[in-house]
């Protein structure tokens, strides 16, 4: 009896910590799933309080479900320090749903939400999930169930965002042609998706960092992650057509120039700037046959969609 009464001690639990905190670390090392009970900034509670630390793909319990979500892309998952509330955040352009993000703070006071930070992925953007992601997959049936009876976001528009699918946590679509997007200048190619109603375009801007003269062996000249948005050209050479340029809104990261001597052919890119080389600006003329133009001119205004022939 006593050699039984001893086998089975050793599989009786330790007891549970009785503070808050000390909870949460002991959660956490046991790799339980973390509870939230809502996403809206307003109405966090200390419980809502998640540690995502050092995970790449953690379970969350809403109450309507078990949940999981992405980590950080290029980190292998969290990085140490993601601790705070996640929350719905809506975007300044009407047309997109919004996305949910981790904003880091000090402690689980949710008096501590407004001076907290977002996380950041390694290229300098809020680490995020976007509502069509969140729409159109089976693991965020929990997530979708607190936006919709929180008020954060509409049924209708968790059914037309589960018709686009799942895209990227990169700040890439574009819903109006203002959008900003983001532009890894290391990479020869920047993939954009065009999303017109319940429909996505991807939109590849090949040349658009890359030094194609043999000398270099269509090579990209700098390094660094940055943010622009296309513009409706006011040039006078520009006025016959609609033709779009790129304007630069912000460095995410620094910018450098990994050719020693380099003359400079694309020119180092200036916040505020539009992108050109050789002398001359980066345009798009969406008047031009292709599947490219096809999408964007989807995001022009009807009077200047008008200038264009229907045949293209």
Avoid at 103 to 130: H, I, M
Avoid at 186 to 202: A, H, L, Y
Wanted: with cysteine; glycine share 6%.
């Amino acid at each position: 009896m006593l050699r039984q009464l001893a086998g089975t001690r050793r599989h009786v639990l330790k007891p549970m910590p009785c503070s808050y905190y000390s909870y949460r670390n002991y959660t956490t090392a046991r790799r339980q799933v973390r509870h939230i009970g809502t996403l809206h900034p307003q109405l966090i509670q200390s419980n809502d309080f998640v540690d995502l630390s050092n995970t790449s793909y953690p379970k969350l319990r809403t109450g309507l479900s078990t949940d999981r979500i992405w980590g950080c892309s290029q980190a292998g998952g969290f990085p140490s320090g993601s601790r705070g509330f996640l929350y719905y955040r809506p975007s300044e352009f009407p047309l997109d749903p919004g996305e949910i993000r981790l904003r880091v703070t000090n402690d689980a006071n949710p008096s501590s939400f407004t001076n907290g930070r977002d996380l950041l992925q390694p290229e300098g953007y809020p680490w995020c999930t976007k509502v069509p992601t969140l729409a159109s997959q089976s693991i965020y049936v929990g997530i979708r169930g607190l936006l919709v009876r929180d008020g954060l976001v509409s049924e209708a528009a968790i059914r037309r965002c589960a018709s686009i699918g799942r895209v990227n946590m990169r700040p890439s679509q574009l819903y109006t042609l203002e959008q900003p997007f983001h532009i890894d200048l290391s990479r020869t190619s920047t993939r954009i998706s065009v999303i017109n109603g319940d429909e996505k375009s991807f939109v590849d801007l090949h040349s658009l960092t890359v030094d194609q003269r043999s000398v270099f062996g269509e090579i990209a000249p700098y390094n660094g992650h940055i943010m622009a948005r296309f513009e409706i050209s006011t040039l006078p050479q520009h006025q016959s057509s609609p033709t779009l340029v790129l304007r630069i809104l912000e460095f995410l990261t620094p910018v450098k120039c990994v050719i020693p001597a380099y003359d400079y052919h694309i020119q180092e890119p200036t916040v505020g700037a539009f992108y050109a080389f050789a002398g001359s600006l980066y345009t798009i003329r969406l008047a031009r046959k292709s599947k490219k133009n096809k999408a964007l001119r989807t995001l022009l205004p009807t009077s200047l969609a008008a200038d264009i022939p229907p045949r293209l």
